[in-house]
């Protein structure tokens, strides 16, 4: 994978209705959408699911080819898990049965079903990361674990928000930094995609060495100019953005599971709407 | 056959994605033996992206570079052979050291050139040498050198591969008076021992003026003038206009010059004016 292939941690401001949002809003929506994309047993209520979210990415107003990149990303996982279930998933008929390989319908049926499976969960994380700035999704961590101060946790609940923030806002720069080391090493001759094993270890020193020593340097250089601007610790510590929750969010949030439980009551009466849909015709 | 020749160099970054920007747009340029070619534009005009191309870092989109009358990309069985010919230091480039010693990690090009063991000692020495690096220096890990001295480290690690073309992007940024002229005297003096051709990126027209020979100004992709730094700074408005500017000693004799002394408006060191205003007292003008 190139670097250049990571979206991770990718916002994308489009001051759209769902960049509006409240971040907690978006953040407990989609672990609900995740919970009951594993809850759904079939084609008709994932393929609700699957409408949902692109009801939601159409309304981010991002690119489709953004939301593709990710996919492209996690391509390789898809087909393993793909063709582990058509290999080992066995019921219905028989298709293919040569040799010790065994194709049945079913195990298509959930090749295909857990690779939809699969690319909804991302597409859907991708929606929160592209629309949520790094910094407002761990301030909706901070706020949602809020209770934890009830039984003495307050302050480590603010120093692990901190610590997640400063990591997410520091992986580009990383990235970026990595790759600006490994391009002044090419330049000095450094070969880092030929060789045996040993040799491309030892290839990568000359950028791990300066990589980890900036990320030293960078970590003196923030903590200093963070002291410079009195910060002590979450206690008394005032937000500059305020989260509210307005009727939007609770429209959307009830709305998106909604939609969500409708999806599960298709998996539990799919077979009864199936024949009662036959009886009409 | 010019030593380095560009020929219609095209890039777009972030093709396929919200963010396209042309960085580099239709450009065309040559090289000789032995000039110091300054490189100046505002920032995000392209020059960063040319000389990454010149070194076969990143791919143009379109366009050929000639290396000696050959295709970097084509006639050159590794890239690796075009980057010791044509060799690049970053800006910043001391945060590219990671040897336990400065000779140590000054000998890292010509290590991966394959070279032999009395070769690169002698070119480590020569280029530590060319550079103002003291023996003692040479044992000292660079971690526990001084910025300047870092800087002058790194740029020891190119030299050291003997490139026939040398270029440096702001090799003076966030150094001292003291620092920076050291720096681009031991440029020049690189030039004058081996005959290479330099390629300077800067954000100082008094550095520019001091050092190069000719000016390679970029403007959103574009060239936008390339020629003699006097002809290139007597543009003064049109530097202007694209974020530039020309020497303060330069706006110093053309004020002097507008409100009727007898001094000529091309001049770009202190010294050419301090010889002007000389000669013009002489002459009894002032």
């Known amino acids: 994978m190139m670097m250049s292939d990571i979206t991770f941690g990718q916002f994308i401001d489009t001051n759209s209705f769902v960049h509006k949002l409240d971040p907690r809003t978006k953040l407990l929506v989609l672990i609900v959408y995740i919970v009951f994309l594993f809850i759904a047993d079939n084609f008709i209520s994932i393929g609700v699911l699957l409408l949902l979210l692109l009801a939601g990415i159409i309304c981010s107003k991002i690119p489709m080819i953004m939301y593709l990149k990710n996919i492209k990303a996690i391509l390789p996982v898809v087909i393993l898990t793909s063709l582990l279930n058509v290999f080992y998933v066995s019921g219905g008929k028989v298709l293919v049965d040569w040799w010790i390989i065994t194709i049945t319908s079913e195990g298509i049926y959930r090749a295909l079903f857990m690779a939809l499976r699969i690319i909804l969960l991302i597409l859907s994380s991708a929606v929160l990361s592209y629309t949520t700035s790094p910094t407002s999704l761990t301030g909706a961590i901070e706020s949602l674990l809020k209770p934890l101060k009830y039984i003495g946790l307050s302050n480590a609940v603010h120093t692990m928000a901190m610590t997640m923030t400063i990591a997410l806002r520091f992986i580009p720069t990383l990235i970026e930094e990595t790759q600006k080391i490994m391009n002044a090493q090419k330049a000095r001759g450094a070969d880092l995609d030929s060789g045996n094993l040993i040799q491309r270890v030892k290839a990568l020193l000359p950028i791990l060495i300066p990589l980890l020593i900036s990320s030293v340097r960078r970590a003196y250089e923030l903590a200093e100019a963070m002291e410079c601007r009195c910060y002590n610790g979450g206690e008394g510590r005032t937000k500059f953005r305020v989260m509210k929750y307005g009727l939007c969010d609770l429209l959307a949030g009830v709305l998106i599971i909604f939609v969500c439980a409708a999806s599960i009551v298709l998996n539990v009466y799919y077979t009864q709407l199936i024949s009662t849909v036959l009886a009409i015709f | ?286």
């Open chain 2, 1 to 286: 056959m010019s030593l380095l020749e560009v020929k219609n160099l095209t890039y777009t970054y972030g093709q396929g994605t919200p963010f396209v920007t042309h960085a580099v747009n239709d450009v065309s340029f040559s090289v000789e033996n032995g000039e110091i070619i300054g490189l100046i534009g505002h920032t995000g005009s392209g020059k960063s992206t040319i000389v990454q191309m010149l070194n076969g870092l990143i791919e143009p989109e379109n366009g050929t570079i000639l290396f000696d009358g050959r295709n970097i990309k084509t006639d050159f069985k590794k890239i690796k052979e075009v980057r010791f010919n044509i060799g690049l230091v970053f800006q910043y480039p001391e945060y590219q050291l990671f040897e336990e010693t400065v000779e140590k990690d000054i000998a890292y090009g010509p290590t991966n050139m394959g070279l032999s063991s009395d070769e690169i000692a002698e070119r480590v020495k020569y280029a530590a040498e060319l550079v103002g690096l003291t023996d003692e220096m040479l044992k000292k890990s660079p971690f526990d050198l001084s910025g300047g001295e870092k800087r002058r480290v790194a740029i020891a690690g190119i030299i050291a591969m003997r490139p026939k073309v040398l270029i440096l992007d702001e090799p003076t940024a966030g150094l001292d008076p003291k620092g920076r002229d050291m720096i681009l005297s031991r440029i020049k003096e690189y030039r004058n021992e081996t005959g290479a051709a330099v390629i300077i990126v800067s954000h100082s027209m008094e550095d520019m003026a001091k050092t190069a020979d000719k000016l390679l100004v970029m403007n959103r992709g574009n060239i936008e003038m390339f020629d003699k730094v006097s002809n290139v700074f007597s543009n003064v408005e049109r530097l202007v206009d694209i974020g530039l500017d020309v020497p303060h000693v330069t706006k110093i004799a053309i004020e002097l010059n507008k409100r009727g002394f007898d001094i000529p408006k091309n001049i770009f060191t202190v010294s050419d004016l301090k010889e002007a205003i000389i000669s013009c007292k002489k002459g009894g003008n002032l």
